[in-house]
């Protein structure tokens, strides 16, 4: 064991044991429960390490970023399934269609199309997750819960795209309890329509018990098991 390892180790331990616990509390199986590590801002040696560890998902935000980590992490023998999480521009959607096998953030038609062309163009298929704005504040992305209905029929229209459900951040400052209750209602009224959309990515290291109360089966969580991100990154 290296000395990373081990305390990567610890620290996914202790989140297996918050969770755990946390589903003890919402009388859930932790069974019900994927944990997307999230890697960005770390190097790829860290996703080597993990899938070591044996995490099978990992999550990354930003393309330029991802792209190059999760060539490494396979070059050096980590087989994980690959998230991306953060917001994506239009314009880097066909990039990121060539190795993403979850997309966390759709939240708009022009997004689908775009996301549907590249990955027909690599002869691939992706997950899709509709991001809900659970905030009025634009420009932290996510779709208004008014327009998520119109975005889950896009995606599932699209064969490269398997709509999977939906994911949402819980608005800084606000009350994470009341934020993932109205995000389980938007993914309930989802399920109306597409009763195979069962996906709700929610809960981060601050608030993974809030989300796990409220119906959570993907958490995201990164600074609880990788440590402190840079400042600077
Ligand atoms: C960075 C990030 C996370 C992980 O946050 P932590 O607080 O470090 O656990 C989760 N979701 C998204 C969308 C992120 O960008």
Known sequence: ?????????????????????????????????????????FPAADLVELAALG???????????????????????????????????????????????????????????????????????????VQVSLDNTPGRGGADPDDVCAV????AACPELMLRGVMAVAPLGADPDAAFARLARVAEQMRVDHPDATWVSAGMSGDLEAAVRHGATHLRVGTAILGSRSPLL
């Open 152 to 155: 889950a029929d896009a995606i």
């Open 55 to 129: 995490v099978r998902d990992v999550g990354e935000n930003r393309h330029q970023e991802a792209a190059p980590k999760f060539a490494q992490a396979l070059a050096g023998g980590a087989h994980l399934v690959r998230h991306m999480i953060g917001q994506l521009q239009t314009n880097k959607a066909a990039a990121v269609a060539a190795y993403a096998d979850v997309l966390h953030a759709v939240d708009r038609l022009s997004l689908v199309r775009a996301l549907a062309e590249g990955l027909d163009r690599h002869g691939r298929t992706a997950s899709a997750l």
């Open 1 to 41: 064991m290296t000395p990373r390892r081990d305390e990567l180790a610890a620290n996914l331990a202790d989140t297996q044991a918050r969770i755990a616990a946390a589903c003890g509390a919402a009388g859930r199986d932790p069974a019900e429960i994927t944990l997307v590590v999230v890697t960005k801002t």
